[in-house]
């Protein structure tokens, strides 16, 4: 981080904290600042035979860093990326919408299940983007939709300097 040169564009990946996220930008002077977390499997619905999904939970800027953009639908934005608060909406890869929903343009506005929860999709990304992993994306989540990693601690995105997205 400490190698950031605000005069040029500069891309960067380390592992950090959401309140190192947090607050990154005003520390850093750094003005595009985008995370996301490792990929985890998702069943599309509760059934044990059901498809799987490689899951990324993505910060709403993601997308506008990158320059990603959409074929069909559109990107969430920061409202619907409020960390406890999160819209359970998702953007499905281009390659997924096609293997799994055989290109159907009125997927965008319907719900999906991922296990037991409902999520609507709202767009479906451009056909060169994949993920930022060496294994293909399949879906984007908002970052505030991520589920606590733990029952006893509900708000730990405020304080648990020790829980590191993949970034």
Known sequence: IEHFNVDEPSFAMESMSYPRYRVLPE?????QVAVYTDAT???LGREPDAPTARRVYAS?????????????GRVYGADEDRMGAGA????????FWRRHFNEDPQIVGR???LGSSPFTVIGIAAPAFTGLELQPTDLWAPL????????REPRWWETDRGNYLGA
């Not at 505030?144 to 029952?151: I, K, R, T, V, Y």
């Open 27 to 31: 520390g850093y002077g750094v003005s």
């Open 41 to 43: 499997t998702a069943r």
């Open 60 to 72: 709403a800027n993601l997308f506008p860093v990158l320059g990603v953009h959409v074929a069909r």
């Open 88 to 95: 359970r909406v998702v953007v499905l890869s281009h390659a």
């Open 111 to 113: 719900s999906i299940s």
């Open 144 to 151: 505030g939709a991520m589920p606590a990693p733990s029952p």
